[in-house]
């Protein structure tokens, strides 16, 4: 359970100026979050790309979504592991008894490559555009086929005391052994608790699921009331007009703990524990190794700073690479260079890339989903 802590009293000395700016900006702002100068203190010590591994956190569960006897029964193994990415990217990778912090907006053609279990499920990821700023990823579990593509940007807005994010882009997992494809729409992300130096992430409003094979989730989330409810609870609600065509599917509980699935006119069963559910570490290769274009190498001084706590240094640090690159771009600009290639991925279409499927969102969500889905899309290419 999330319980909000002043934590104003912790701010560093030398950072109480630039949060107390940095309050009065949030209560204009809008944009994007590449364009929000965040206090030091309130800075992770690692790019946004490197949030990507967090997608296959259990990579097990990933491969284990082709595994399912029936049609049906891959729809809910899909929707288990999009719990427990969800988990992964909003809730688990915060260690415990600390808060959310601001990662690093990646620079134009960073990249960042992990892996999990000797190289058996592999993550590929690269900022292909600054303006507006895009991050494309690719995931892969090799033996069984399974894999994810995915485009993600943000349009931020204050209201209240939260930061309001709507995610703009997809995910589509694919299942290549059995034709397979299952397309995401991203859920809109609230970031509370800022006035109090205190911040955490809960999910609201809708996100959708359509698959090749008919099957469609609508996902609700909410969090809890001053009197009833619970934090990071969410609803889904599995549709087929022929399979499931006597009533929905309803899977219930919480993405950051446990959940339930009842099927039409059966009590519900347990659905996913994710206490009990592996978590392989991630394997990078060491910074020495790296190209100057992979995020560890590129943000090495920045988080060295942070992490001994040097707020002065990360700042400076930062500054330095953020001045450079606004002077590669003044000279790409001046050169006639108006378009980046990325070295990962090659720019399609949504259409091209994941057929009528969003359009089937639109179509079974009675034209409630709100498009946040972009004409253009980015495939993996291959490694660099």
Known sequence: MVEVENRLDSIPEDQKGSFSTFLKTLSSFTGDLSSL????????????????????ECPDVLADSTNGETEEERFYRVIKWFVTALNGTFSSRVPKGEWEKKPFNPILGEQFFC??????????????SHHPPITAFNIEHKPSGVAITGNN???????????????????MLEMKQRGEKYLFSLPPVSVNGLWYAAPYIELHGKSYIQSSTGFFATIEYSTKGWIYGEFHHFKATVEHRTILKEGPTIIEGQWTTKATIKK??????????????????????????QTPLESQKIWEKVSAALKAGD????????SMIENKQRALRKAREESGETKWKPACFEETTSVELFGELKDFITINSNNKFVDTFDVKAWKFSGPP
């Open 153 to 171: 940007a943000q349009k931020t807005h204050f209201s209240g005391t939260q930061l309001l994010v709507n995610q703009i882009g997809f995910c």
């Open 311 to 318: 707020y002065v240094a990360a700042s400076s640090e930062k």
């Open 37 to 56: 100068t965040c206090p030091s203190f309130l800075l992770a010590p690692e790019s946004l790309l490197e949030y990507t591994a967090f997608w296959a």
């Open 115 to 128: 892996s999990w279990n000797d190289g058996t499920t592999q993550a590929a990821c690269e900022q292909v």
């Open 264 to 289: 039409h006119k059966r009590p519900a069963e347990p659905f996913i524990d994710l206490s009990t559910i592996e978590r392989p570490p991630v394997q990078v290769k060491p910074v020495s190794e």
